[in-house]
């Protein structure tokens, strides 16, 4: 067990729909990233969180979005949902804001219908 | 562009048989990382690779990393069939985050 929690760990949805995903962090863990695995893309990084602000962007598409509270949770909200949005989404969390060790959550599969 | 390029991506070996998987990447990185992952599971850290020369063994598997050359290399030693997975490199290049490989898919058979 990581320490990381990833909620829900299966969702399935419908096209055009709006989910969010959850992220519990690492006790001490001050950020957050966010990737996304499908078969023909690999590991995606999307977005970083660090202490409450935006660190880094990847491959995140605009109808994608983020945020991390100030308890240092964080979702990921993925809106109008396509067919390719079918994916496992990752958290990972790590003490610093780069280059240090990152722990992964058990993941969320997500599949849009 | 960052590169991390794995070799190979997919590995069938027999038990018993050594294979060394080879991960190039691109950017100026003092440091590396090696993670496995079972199907439709979380990743798990393996190894962090923190500076030029660095090995590390763990069981059947060793880790090493020549910054110089950009090449960091995972050896298996005598597979057994608890070693079939896949197996990410990864790295930090400045001011981002965790950049991983297409990730090595590896078969230990009989």
């Known amino acids: 067990d990581s320490g990381v929690t990833q909620t829900p760990k299966h969702l399935i949805t419908a096209t055009g729909q709006r989910v969010t995903l959850r992220c519990s962090p690492r006790?001490?863990?001050?950020?957050v990233y966010w990737y996304q695995q499908s078969l023909d893309q690999g590991l995606q990084f999307l977005i970083q969180?660090?202490?409450?602000?935006?660190?880094a962007k990847g491959n995140i598409l605009e109808r994608f979005s983020a945020q991390q509270f100030p308890d240092l949770h964080s979702e990921l909200n993925l809106s109008s949902l396509e067919l390719g949005d079918s994916a496992l989404y990752f958290c990972?969390?790590?003490?610093?804001?780069?280059?240090?060790?990152?722990?992964f959550g058990q993941g969320t599969r997500l599949t849009v219908v | 562009e960052l590169k991390v390029e794995q070799n190979p991506l997919f590995l069938s070996m027999q038990e018993g048989k050594n294979y060394t998987i080879y991960c190039n990447y691109s950017?100026?990185?003092?440091?590396l990382y090696w993670y496995r992952q079972d199907p439709g599971k979380s990743l798990e850290s393996l190894f962090v690779?923190?500076?030029?020369?660095a090995v590390k063994q763990e069981g059947r598997l060793m880790a090493s990393l020549d910054t110089k050359a950009r090449l960091s290399t995972l050896h298996i030693t005598a597979a057994v069939h608890d070693l079939s997975a896949t197996y990410f490199c990864?790295?930090?290049?400045?001011?981002?985050?965790?950049?991983f490989g297409k990730g090595t898919s590896l078969l230990v058979t009989p």
């Open positions: 969180y660090y202490n409450g602000e935006e660190r």
């Open positions: 006790s001490g863990d001050l950020s």
């Open positions: 990864a790295v930090f290049p400045s001011g981002y985050a965790l950049n």
């Open positions: 690779l923190l500076s030029n020369g």
């Open positions: 990972a969390s790590s003490r610093e804001a780069g280059n240090t060790e990152a722990f």
């Open positions: 950017t100026t990185s003092d440091r």
